[in-house]
């Protein structure tokens, strides 16, 4: 029986025609399920080896942040650039990359965005890389995007179309400036200082979280320590 690990439901309800995505109760979608299991595994054993680790979450979506927020304390810090879309958090309004130029290298413990790097201006490798400098030795980018689109081209600089009908048309939603495909694993392992780690959820237990074979899945970057 497929069960939300999140919030411990059965109902759930198709969104965006993806049959069973979202959880009647708590809201969460595929990823916040699937990501949940990685936290799991690769977030909290980090903060029980350094207790007042700082964590930097973007976009804290409401149903991980519950769960996060009482096991972080004080050093979890959310930002968006538009706060008020997330009225459940105390959000900093930082714009990235600029603003993040507040924070000393290596400053945080663990950084995790999830569906962020399309909504940002830009080249999402130099996004990555600005991240990695934000992370201290030993430190975690645990992410998620849309995709990877593998064997399909990465288009970038939506932020340069004329509407919201031209970015939905090539990026498959209004508020998206890529579309990130090939090329992806190859600018993620080429980043300085650091490596892949494999995310470890499989697809039997993505089924039991209502989450489809192979879809939802999360990278993980560990800087050298």
């Known amino acids: ?34 990501g949940w299991e990685v936290y799991q595994h690769h977030l909290l054993p980090l903060i029980a080896e350094k207790p007042n680790a700082r964590i930097l979450h973007l976009a804290p979506e409401a149903s991980l942040f519950a769960l996060l927020k009482p096991i972080l304390g004080g050093g979890y810090i959310t930002s968006d650039a538009s706060p008020e879309r997330y009225p459940h958090a105390p959000c900093l309004k930082l714009f990235f990359p600029q603003d993040f130029d507040l924070f000393p290298d290596g400053y945080f413990d663990a950084i995790l965005h999830n569906h962020v790097l399309e909504h940002i201006p830009g080249h999402y490798g130099d996004h990555l890389l600005a991240f990695t400098r934000l992370l201290a030795p030993g430190g975690k ?85």
């Open 141 to 225: 980018m645990i992410f998620s995007i849309p995709g990877p689109y593998i064997g399909q081209p990465t288009i970038e600089c939506g932020e340069h179309l004329g509407n919201d009908a031209e970015r939905l048309e090539q990026f498959l939603q209004e508020d998206h400036f890529k579309l990130i495909g090939d090329g992806f694993f190859e600018t993620l392992d080429a980043l300085p200082s650091g490596s892949r780690v494999f995310e470890g959820v499989s697809d039997a237990r993505r089924s039991e979280l209502s989450v489809r074979v192979g879809k939802a899945p999360f990278f993980i970057w560990h800087r050298d320590g």
């Open 1 to 34: 029986m497929i069960k939300c690990n999140i919030c411990g439901s059965d109902t759930f309800q198709n969104y965006r025609g993806r049959t069973n995505e979202q959880c009647m109760t708590c809201g969460s979608k595929a990823r916040h399920r699937v």
